[in-house]
C-alpha cells in the first residue's frame, strides 16, 4: 500500500478527535432539546464521572469486569489460536471446525447465558464462559481462514526439507497468519466487551460494569445510566487503540514503514 493511501499519525488523532466531538456534540444537542431526566447535558455527566472515578467502588467494579474479561478474552485466543492453527496442518478438523463455528456464531452469545447459569450457577464463571464463546468464533475463523492463504510452494518446501507438523505450524503458518491474527484478536476483543457487559447486565451477580449501568436504569438514574455508558465507550477504546493497537503496529512494524 503506498503511503499517499495510508492515514497514519496526526491525522488518525485528528479523525479520532473529530469523532469524539461530533458524538458529544450530537449527545449535548438532544439533551438541550430534552428533559434533565431523560437526557442529561455532558457537563453533568462529566461531573458524575469524575466524582465516580475517585471512589473506591468504582475501582472495585472496574477491577472485576477487567478480571473476567482479561480471563475470557486470554482463553478465547489461546484456544481459538490454537485450533486455528491445528487446522492448518488437518485440513479435514479444519472443516469440521468451521462449519461448527458457522453454526454456532449464528446464535447471540448473551442467548447462552440461562444455560450456563444453569449448569454452572451464580458466579463469575458463567460470565467468562460467554465472553470465551463470543471471542472465539473471531479469533479461531480468523486463523483458520489465513491458514488457507499460504502459499502452497511454502507448505511443499517445508515438508520436502523434512519439517515435522509443529515446525510447520512454527516456522510457516504462524509467521503467514500473523496480520489476520492480529485482527482477528482486535475483532474478538470487540465481541468479548459487549458479552461481558450484556452478561454482567443480565445475570448481576456481584459487581461489575454492567451490573452498574443496569443498576442505574432500574432506579431511573439518566445520570447514572450516562456516566456507565460513557465509561464502557472509553474504556473499550483504550484497550482498542491504545493497547491492541500498539501491539499490532510492533507485530507488524514491517508494514508501517
Given at each position: 500500500m ?9 491525522h488518525?488523532t ?6 469524539i466531538?461530533?458524538?458529544?456534540l450530537f449527545w449535548q444537542?438532544c439533551a438541550f ?7 442529561p447535558?455532558?457537563p453533568?455527566?462529566l461531573?458524575r464521572?469524575?466524582?465516580?472515578i475517585q471512589?473506591?467502588e ?5 477491577s ?8 475470557g ?6 484456544s ?12 479435514f478438523f479444519?472443516?469440521?471446525l468451521?462449519?461448527a463455528?458457522?453454526?454456532l456464531q ?7 447465558v440461562?444455560l450456563?447459569?444453569?449448569?454452572m ?8 464462559v ?6 472465539f ?5 480468523s486463523?483458520m481462514n489465513?491458514?488457507?492463504s499460504?502459499?502452497?510452494v511454502?507448505?511443499s ?5 523434512g519439517?515435522?507438523r509443529?515446525?510447520?505450524?512454527k516456522r510457516?503458518?504462524?509467521?503467514a497468519?500473523?496480520?489476520e491474527?492480529?485482527t482477528?484478536a482486535?475483532l ?6 459487549r458479552?461481558?457487559i450484556s452478561?454482567e447486565?443480565?445475570?448481576?451477580f456481584?459487581?461489575?460494569l454492567?451490573r452498574s449501568l443496569?443498576?442505574?436504569?432500574e432506579?431511573?438514574d439518566m445520570?447514572g445510566v ?5 465509561t ?8 482498542d ?5 500498539n501491539?499490532?503496529r510492533?507485530l507488524l ?5
Amino acid at each position: 500500500m503506498s503511503s499517499s493511501t495510508r492515514i497514519t499519525g496526526m491525522h488518525k488523532t485528528a479523525a479520532m478527535a473529530l469523532a469524539i466531538a461530533a458524538i458529544l456534540l450530537f449527545w449535548q444537542v438532544c439533551a438541550f432539546f430534552l428533559p434533565d431526566f431523560l437526557m442529561p447535558g455532558v457537563p453533568t455527566v462529566l461531573e458524575r464521572l469524575w466524582a465516580d472515578i475517585q471512589s473506591g467502588e468504582f475501582r472495585e467494579l472496574l477491577s472485576s469486569s477487567l478480571t473476567r474479561l482479561g480471563l475470557g478474552y486470554g482463553a478465547a485466543l489461546v484456544s481459538g489460536i490454537g485450533l486455528g492453527l491445528l487446522g492448518g496442518v488437518l485440513y479435514f478438523f479444519r472443516e469440521v471446525l468451521k462449519s461448527a463455528i458457522i453454526i454456532l456464531q449464528s446464535i447471540p452469545s448473551i442467548a447462552w447465558v440461562p444455560l450456563f447459569l444453569i449448569l454452572m450457577g451464580f458466579g463469575n464463571l458463567p460470565i467468562i464462559v460467554v465472553i470465551a464463546l463470543a471471542a472465539f468464533f473471531p479469533a479461531a475463523l480468523s486463523v483458520m481462514n489465513a491458514t488457507e492463504s499460504v502459499l502452497k510452494v511454502h507448505v511443499s518446501a517445508a515438508r520436502v526439507m523434512g519439517a515435522s507438523r509443529v515446525e510447520m505450524l512454527k516456522r510457516v503458518y504462524l509467521p503467514a497468519v500473523m496480520p489476520e491474527l492480529i485482527t482477528g484478536a482486535q475483532l474478538a476483543f470487540g465481541n468479548a466487551w459487549r458479552a461481558l457487559i450484556s452478561a454482567e447486565m443480565l445475570i448481576g451477580f456481584g459487581q461489575g460494569l454492567g451490573r452498574s449501568l443496569a443498576y442505574a436504569g432500574e432506579t431511573a438514574d439518566m445520570v447514572g445510566v450516562m456516566a456507565n455508558i460513557l465509561t464502557i465507550a472509553i474504556l473499550a477504546t483504550l484497550i482498542d487503540q491504545v493497547i491492541l493497537e500498539n501491539l499490532k503496529r510492533r507485530l507488524l512494524r514491517y508494514q508501517y514503514v
